[in-house]
């Protein structure tokens, strides 16, 4: 009787136990948190970040601006029809509207005409306009090389920050446990009347003080991880967590500066400025092009009535057309566009004057780079070394503690310089890579870094 009341309570167990795993299942699946690596993160962004799709915008409108300029070497053909009622013609032979004469016309006038007119040389207009067009969609090609590398350096800043918050959140978490334990025995010591209350209340402010840190660093990790979502372009409702499994801290200079520098003169700003310095030597051309003839082809057809060629006029439907070349040149362009064309030489001056100081901004941020990411390599050994020194003095002082050999402020020091030597040490390998990349930026070579990855 006993082994099958056992066996029902089993039985109930059992079905309970599936019932729940049932219910719950489908709520943990729902819950499943996708990880994100950086990898990931940059192709995310160069699918679905809006102001990269923004650029490719920018570039279907230049494209089209170019098919549109094209035109203007197609001749304009147009027709114009006129139909019209007309009084009779009165004929003043005197002076002062006297001696009037009446002539009754034909009451109905109408004409049919179709015009063609065809550029044959307009100084280079046409042409220059269309290098003008076509160069303007290259800048917005580069534009848009630019807006994606500004957008990986953010991705690459925004996850390595997390990432370092991230690690500085598992260290607090650390202290906090090791800051609970030494409470416990600071009470333990206070009760067998070997430490003061003072002692006590100093490891329960650090303790609160570590506690408001785990807080102040898990909100900047939630505001972090918003800001890295709408970088991605991700649903609101979508959990993510960045996966650093794959982070290799690769601390090595791959390049003197003079590699960097020389890739640096082909970088996206000073790419466009040459761009720019072409087009505005483009409209030096147009400009002088004011000092020369135009000249058409012109062609016309009328289909009339009445036949005005007579007087009176014939009451008859006549054709007429015409072909020929049209010359046209402005005298007054000889003295009105020297000015014109004096700013337009010196706005041509002025670009490559931009141009070489957009150089030299280039070169001396990219000299900054460098520097400080050579200072920061320089500084690793330094950092790993303290927390050695860090690690053994906390483990010293511990030892002294318990043994009652020195006070619990030593110990918080201890405490302190370790926790801090902990965060110089990833603080310093995380932002070398990001001191690195951004060097990559400057030199317009970021994108290439990750193009084979």
Known sequence: MFSILVFRYRLKCFISCSLLFLFISPVVNAQEIKKISLLDALQLASKQNRSIVKSDLEIGIKEEFVKDVKKQRL???????IYSRTTSLTEFKGPFLSDRAIRHLKPEIYSLSTVIKSPIYIGGKIKNDIQIAKISTE???????????????DVISTYYGIYKMLKLHSIFLENISEAKTRLKEIRSFQS???????????AELLL??????????????????HNFKTLL?????????????????????????ATYYARALYNEDIRMS????????LELKNTRSNYYPSIYFFANYN?????????????????IGQVGIELNYNLSSLFKNTNKVHIAEKEVSLQKMNTQILKERVGDELFKNHVEYQEILDKSNVVDKALVLANENYR??????????????????????????????????????????????????????????
């Open 75 to 81: 001749p304009d053909v147009a027709i114009n029809g």
């Open 139 to 153: 800048i917005a090609a580069v534009v848009k090389e630019q807006v994606e590398s500004d957008i990986q350096l």
């Open 192 to 202: 067998h009347g070997t430490v003061t209350k003072n002692e006590v209340i100093r």
């Open 208 to 225: 609160s003080d570590r506690e408001l840190n785990v807080m102040t660093n898990s909100n900047n990790i939630k505001i972090a991880m």
């Open 233 to 257: 372009q991700l649903p609101e409702e979508m959990e993510f967590s960045i996966d650093t499994t794959a982070i290799n801290f690769d601390l090595k200079v791959k390049d003197p500066y």
């Open 274 to 281: 040459d761009k720019f310095s072409t087009i505005k030597k």
């Open 303 to 319: 289909l009339r009535f009445p036949n005005f060629m007579f007087f009176p006029p014939d009451p008859y439907l006549y054709s």
């Open 396 to 453: 010293i002082v511990k030892v002294k503690y318990i043994n009652q050999l020195v006070l619990s402020t030593e110990m918080i020091d201890a405490d302190n310089e370790l926790l801090l030597a902990k965060y110089n040490k990833i603080s310093n390998r995380i932002d070398a890579m990001v001191k690195y990349y951004e060097m990559l930026h400057t030199a317009g070579a970021l994108g290439a870094e990750f193009e084979n990855k």
